[in-house]
């Protein structure tokens, strides 16, 4: 979101666009440099997918034991790292960490605690580094109707920005999704803004909390994998907004839809069509607003497909094994 007079900024989008892509590049190049520093009870392994991370990022962790685990439960920085195994009785369990998008670069402590089948406490630690982000920065000099809203406008986004705070706050016990998570608009791989500052008059506005998919309007907006339909309206900087509980604290955000096909409440499929792509809220062309949060922590959502697998790619690499019609 932050989506702040993003009036009249078109002209500036191709550029814009080019500097959020090596940005996104960037973030997503960064790769196992070193083993993480971790101490674990003995039977028990802590692996984390990368040693480093920053703001916007996602770490996969596996937790491994020479015993069955029945639970398993992380904690960084106060908040919950969710866990999940895929069968029972299992030795392996997986979770994510989310790095806010503005959390303060430099080294915070995991802890990870849990228990065995027969009863043994297992816990492990590990020293996570936050870098800063590389993210774009936009300076724009805008006309003041784009910067200043009326104070019923600023009223209307503050009570929609606390209703999606009480929506992110609310942790769903359950894992509702089942498998790889997918980009939600068909034939795209990636996108742009995540991260992007505007400068507006001089005035740092907020973040750009997710990133911008390019489609025409009217494009089929897909459900990035399993979940319930939590908020399904229009919001002022959004337009027309679906977010999805996929439980555990891990919710996807989809903004500016032309049209709305889901209701709170409804169970969605991986896939599931919940809207169309349009230019509804602060924007002046069609794309989706895609987001991603993590234990409150807005994290950039086309990570969370690298690490946990992007559906819609394997089903196009399975369509052009098939034979053509040449
Ligand atoms: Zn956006």
């Given at each position: 979101?932050?989506?702040?007079?993003?009036?009249?900024?078109?002209?500036?989008?191709?550029?814009?666009?080019?500097?959020?892509?090596?940005?996104?590049?960037?973030?997503?190049?960064?790769?196992?440099?070193?083993?993480?520093?971790?101490?674990?009870?003995?039977?028990?392994?802590?692996?984390?997918?990368?040693?480093?991370?920053?703001?916007?990022?996602?770490?996969?962790?596996?937790?491994?034991?020479?015993?069955?685990?029945?639970?398993?439960?992380?904690?960084?920085?106060?908040?919950?790292?969710?866990?999940?195994?895929?069968?029972?009785?299992?030795?392996?369990?997986?979770?994510?960490?989310?790095?806010?998008?503005?959390?303060?670069?430099?080294?915070?402590?995991?802890?990870?605690?849990?228990?065995?089948?027969?009863?043994?406490?297992?816990?492990?630690?590990?020293?996570?580094?936050?870098?800063?982000?590389?993210?774009?920065?936009?300076?724009?000099?805008?006309?003041?109707?784009?910067?200043?809203?009326?104070?019923?406008?600023?009223?209307?986004?503050?009570?929609?920005?606390?209703?999606?705070?009480?929506?992110?706050?609310?942790?769903?016990?359950?894992?509702?999704?089942?498998?790889?998570?997918?980009?939600?608009?068909?034939?795209?791989?990636?996108?742009?803004?995540?991260?992007?500052?505007?400068?507006?008059?001089?005035?740092?506005?907020?973040?750009?909390?997710?990133?911008?998919?390019?489609?025409?309007?009217?494009t089929p907006v897909h459900a990035a994998q399993r979940g319930k339909v939590v908020l399904a309206e229009e919001l002022f900087f959004a337009g027309n907004t679906v977010v999805v509980d996929h439980g555990l604290g891990i919710y996807t955000f989809y903004g500016h839809l032309s049209e709305i096909d889901v209701k709170v409440g409804d169970a969605v499929e991986t896939g599931a069509v919940l809207g169309k792509v349009g230019a509804t809220g602060r924007v002046t062309g069609p794309h989706l607003?895609?987001?991603?949060?993590?234990?409150?922590?807005?994290?950039?959502?086309?990570?969370?497909?690298?690490?946990?697998?992007?559906?819609?790619?394997?089903?196009?690499?399975?369509?052009?094994?098939?034979?053509?019609?040449?």
């Amino acid at each position: 979101m932050s989506l702040q007079a993003i009036t009249a900024v078109c002209k500036r989008q191709v550029r814009c666009a080019l500097a959020c892509l090596a940005a996104t590049v960037a973030l997503l190049s960064v790769g196992v440099r070193a083993k993480a520093a971790n101490t674990c009870t003995p039977g028990t392994t802590l692996r984390l997918s990368a040693p480093t991370s920053s703001q916007g990022g996602l770490l996969l962790i596996e937790v491994k034991s020479t015993k069955p685990l029945v639970e398993v439960q992380g904690e960084w920085e106060g908040r919950n790292v969710p866990f999940w195994g895929d069968i029972a009785g299992e030795t392996l369990r997986k979770g994510l960490l989310g790095v806010d998008l503005e959390k303060a670069p430099g080294e915070y402590e995991l802890k990870v605690t849990g228990q065995t089948a027969s009863g043994e406490k297992i816990s492990c630690s590990a020293r996570v580094a936050v870098r800063k982000g590389r993210f774009a920065t936009e300076n724009l000099q805008v006309g003041k109707q784009f910067v200043e809203p009326s104070p019923e406008q600023i009223k209307r986004a503050d009570e929609e920005r606390q209703k999606l705070r009480d929506i992110f706050d609310r942790v769903t016990p359950e894992r509702l999704w089942d498998g790889k998570f997918r980009i939600p608009l068909d034939g795209v791989t990636t996108g742009t803004n995540f991260g992007r500052r505007r400068i507006l008059n001089g005035n740092p506005g907020s973040p750009h909390g997710g990133v911008d998919l390019p489609g025409a309007t009217g494009t089929p907006v897909h459900a990035a994998q399993r979940g319930k339909v939590v908020l399904a309206e229009e919001l002022f900087f959004a337009g027309n907004t679906v977010v999805v509980d996929h439980g555990l604290g891990i919710y996807t955000f989809y903004g500016h839809l032309s049209e709305i096909d889901v209701k709170v409440g409804d169970a969605v499929e991986t896939g599931a069509v919940l809207g169309k792509v349009g230019a509804t809220g602060r924007v002046t062309g069609p794309h989706l607003h895609w987001g991603l949060t993590v234990e409150k922590a807005r994290v950039n959502p086309l990570l969370l497909v690298r690490l946990l697998g992007n559906s819609t790619r394997e089903a196009a690499r399975k369509k052009s094994a098939k034979p053509g019609p040449n």
